[in-house]
C-alpha cells in the first residue's frame, strides 16, 4: 500500500510539474487567456442560457395531490400503515440501490424482481408518509410518453408474443427509473449508491480479467475478423457475456469511478478508486470494442473539458503515451475504425442499408414492434447478401424498428432533457467538487454511451438497458442535488 502511495504520489508531482511548467510559458499563458474568453463567450451565450435554463426543472418539493391523498385514505382504512411500521418493504431506497449496484452482477430476472420490489415500496412509502414531500422528476413526462408509444408499437407488432417479454421488461425499467429518482432522496444516498456501482463494475472487470487469464467463457467466431486480427484470440464478455455489452457497461462506470477518485479526501479511498478505475480501463482494454473505445474517448474528452478546460493542453502528450505504452494488438484495433475490408465493419454497414430499406418501405411511422422475433419476421425480406442479424447494430434505428418514428422522437427529447438540467446545475448550480464531479461522470458517461449506441443495439443485453435508465435517474437526481443546493433547499 506505500509503494502504490509512492507510485500515486510519483505520478501527482511529475503532472503537476508538467502543468507549472505549461501554466507559466507564453503558450500556456496563451491558452489560459483564450480558454477564459471562450469560457465567458459560452457563459453569456444566448442558446447556452436557453439550454441551461430547462423550465420542466422545479427542485422545489411539491405538496401530495388530491389522487395521492385519496389514496392515502384507502391505505389507512385498510389499517395497512400498522401492518407495514417499521417494515422492510418501506425502505424504497434499500431495494431500488440493490438493484441498481447488483444489476450487472444478477440475472435478468433478478434484476427484474429487484427493480419491481423497488418500485412497490416506494409506493407504499408514499401511501404511508402523505406528508413527504416529493420533487418532481424532469424526465418523467417523456419517460411516460415513451412507455405509451413502446406499448403501443408492442400492441402493433408483426409478432405480438414475440415482442411481449420485451415491452414488459422495457416498462419495467421504465418505471423503476422513475421510482429511483425518488428514492435517492438525499446527497449522501447518492454518494453511497455511486460508491456502490463503481465496486460492483470493478468486480466485474476483475472476473474479465480473470476470463482473459484463464480464457474462460463463450466465444463467437463472429466477433474478430481472423484475417485482419490474427493476434487476436480472446475477447472479454465477463458477467455480460458479450464483450460489446460489457464496453457499453463500462462506459457508463468508468466516469463514475474517475469522479470518484478525483474527489477522494485521503488515501486508503484514492487507492481503492484508482484500483477500480485501473481494473476497469484494462478490462475495457480487454474487450477489443471499438466502438466502447471510441465511445470513452469521447466520454474523457467531455469529462474533462467540463472540469478543466485548460487541460486539453496536455491532451497531446496524453495521446502520444498512449500510442507508446498501448499493446500493438489494440492500436491495430483501434486504428481500422471504417474499415470496410473488416467482416465486422461491413457486416454491420450492410444491416444498417437493409434495415433502412425494411424502415422506408412503410415501417418507419408504427415500426415492425419491440423484440428480436418481429425483427426477424420482416428483415429476411430486405437483408442484403442472405446477412443474418437478430437487430439493427444501431440503438437509434432499432427504436425505429421497435415503436416507429414517434419513440425516437421521444427518445431524443429525453436525451436533450436530461443534458439540460445537468447543463443546468454544472452552469448554475452549487454544491461542492464531489458533486460537480459526479453531474459531470453523468452527462460524460452518457455521451459515451449513445457514440457507441451508434454502432451497437446497446438495449440488447437487458441489464445493460436497465443501467442505462438507472443512470438516466441518477445524472437528474445529482443534477437536482446541485440546484437545491444553490436554492438554499434542504435536500
Known amino acids: 500500500m506505500i509503494q502504490e502511495s509512492l507510485i500515486l504520489g510519483t505520478l501527482w508531482y511529475v503532472l503537476c510539474r508538467i502543468w507549472g511548467v505549461l501554466s507559466r510559458s507564453a503558450l500556456g499563458r496563451g491558452f489560459d487567456a483564450l480558454c477564459r474568453a471562450v469560457g465567458r463567450a459560452w457563459r453569456e451565450s444566448l442558446i447556452v442560457g436557453w439550454f441551461c435554463s430547462p423550465r420542466c426543472f422545479c427542485v422545489v418539493p411539491a405538496e401530495a395531490g388530491r389522487v395521492r391523498v385519496r389514496w392515502c385514505g384507502v391505505y389507512r382504512r385498510l389499517r395497512l400503515e400498522r401492518l407495514l411500521e417499521g417494515s422492510i418493504f ?235 505504452l498501448l499493446p500493438e494488438t489494440v492500436l491495430n484495433r483501434f486504428t481500422s475504425i471504417g474499415n470496410l475490408g473488416d467482416r465486422s465493419t461491413s457486416y454491420r454497414v450492410i444491416i444498417w442499408l437493409s434495415t433502412i430499406a425494411m424502415l422506408r418501405d412503410g415501417h418507419w411511422l408504427l415500426g415492425v414492434g419491440p423484440g428480436e422475433a418481429a425483427f426477424n419476421a420482416m428483415y429476411t425480406f430486405y437483408s442484403y447478401e442472405a446477412s443474418v442479424a437478430h437487430h439493427s447494430h444501431n440503438l437509434f434505428l432499432q427504436i425505429i424498428c421497435d415503436a416507429g418514428i414517434a419513440a425516437l422522437v421521444i427518445f431524443l427529447w429525453l436525451l436533450l432533457r436530461y443534458f439540460r438540467v445537468l447543463g443546468a446545475a454544472l452552469l448554475r448550480g452549487g454544491g461542492e467538487k464531489a458533486a460537480r464531479l459526479t453531474c459531470i461522470a453523468f452527462a460524460s458517461g452518457m455521451l459515451g454511451f449513445l457514440v457507441q449506441a451508434m454502432t451497437d443495439y446497446s438495449f440488447y443485453n437487458y441489464r445493460v438497458m436497465f443501467l442505462f435508465w438507472t443512470y438516466l435517474a441518477l445524472g437528474a437526481a445529482s443534477a437536482r442535488f446541485m440546484l437545491e443546493k444553490k436554492a438554499g433547499v434542504d435536500a
Not at 267 to 293: E, I, N
Request: proline residues 4%; contains cysteine; aromatic residues 12%.
Open 90 to 324: 418501506l425502505r424504497a431506497f434499500l431495494w431500488c440501490a440493490l438493484a441498481a449496484a447488483l444489476a450487472p452482477l444478477l440475472p435478468t430476472m433478478g434484476v427484474l424482481a429487484l427493480s419491481l420490489v423497488g418500485c412497490v415500496s416506494l409506493l407504499l412509502l408514499a401511501l404511508h408518509e402523505p406528508e413527504r414531500r416529493f420533487a418532481s422528476n424532469p424526465l418523467a413526462l417523456p419517460l411516460v410518453a415513451y412507455a405509451a408509444v413502446y406499448l403501443a408499437g408492442m400492441l402493433h407488432s408483426v409478432d405480438l408474443r414475440g415482442s411481449l417479454w420485451v415491452t414488459v421488461l422495457t416498462l419495467a425499467f421504465l418505471f423503476f427509473s422513475l421510482a429511483l429518482y425518488h428514492a435517492v432522496d438525499t446527497r449522501a444516498r447518492l454518494e453511497l449508491l455511486t460508491a456502490a456501482m463503481v465496486a460492483a463494475g470493478a468486480a466485474v472487470a476483475a472476473y474479465g480479467i480473470f476470463q482473459y487469464k484463464f480464457r474462460l467463457g463463450y466465444q463467437s467466431a463472429a466477433w474478430v475478423d481472423e484475417d485482419m486480427f490474427s493476434a487476436i484470440t480472446f475477447r472479454v464478455g465477463s458477467t455480460m457475456e458479450n464483450p460489446n455489452m460489457l464496453g457499453q457497461y463500462l462506459t457508463l462506470t468508468i466516469p463514475l469511478g474517475g469522479a470518484k477518485l478525483l474527489a477522494a479526501r485521503d488515501t486508503p479511498r484514492r487507492l481503492w478508486y484508482f484500483a477500480c478505475c485501473a481494473a476497469m480501463c484494462l478490462c475495457m482494454m480487454l474487450t477489443y470494442s471499438r466502438g466502447a473505445w471510441l465511445g470513452l474517448l469521447f466520454a474523457g474528452v467531455l469529462f474533462f473539458t467540463a472540469l478543466q478546460p485548460r487541460l486539453l493542453v496536455l491532451a497531446p502528450a496524453a495521446l502520444a503515451a498512449l500510442w507508446l
